[in-house]
């Protein structure tokens, strides 16, 4: 329910906190429930965000992979925020990745983070298929990407589509959770999906 009197009328408890931790925003929390209940991010870590804007989990996978890792966000959008040398982000879409983004790639991935989420239309079905289309587009990026043992955090809406991308995700990772965050608002349809243990790239021959 929207705060009465507030600027901003979804402002919350993570929104205060966010604003007082100097991340941009309060999707961070979601990340950081998932790293302290799982602890996939690691120093050293080379870390892709898809959907990265405007940056909040950027600030915080930046942080957990330090200076001695690497992180690239990609998202529609531009983010508005200086980072340390290690991270950066980049205007693109996951359907059409530059060569500038496949070079970063190239080395390999030890985690893929997807926040990515489409515009909604209101309607529920519409809405659940556009975001297991992102997220399918995501886990095939990912299949290409990601180093032996590595992991894929990646957000979804409940519905039409989310038992077929789970069972792909089931396909590639020896172990996979379903996790709702407490900062997701009640309202919100979304849920997170991780898969860690990475099998290997598939052998397509
Ligand atoms: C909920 S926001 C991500 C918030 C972000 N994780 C943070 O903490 O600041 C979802 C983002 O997905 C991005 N997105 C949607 N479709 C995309 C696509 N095809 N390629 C890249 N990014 C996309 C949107 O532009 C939007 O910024």
Redesign the pocket.
Known sequence: MPAKNSANPWEDHYTRLARKEN???R??Y??KEIQDKYGPMQEGHRIL????????????ATEMAGPSGGVLG????P?DLAFPPHARAVV????DLSDEIRDWLLPGVDGV???????TTGMGDVDALRSAA?CE?ALFLAKDVLKPGGYFIC?IFQGRGFDSFLADVKRLFEKQRIFKPKSCRKQSREIYVLGMGFYGKPDVN
């Open positions: 991340y941009v925003a999707s961070v979601k990340l965000d898809l959907g990265c804007a405007p940056g909040s989990w950027l600030q915080y990609l998202d529609l959008k983010v693109g879409d996951i359907y983070l997807s926040d990515m989420a489409p515009a992102l587009a957000k």
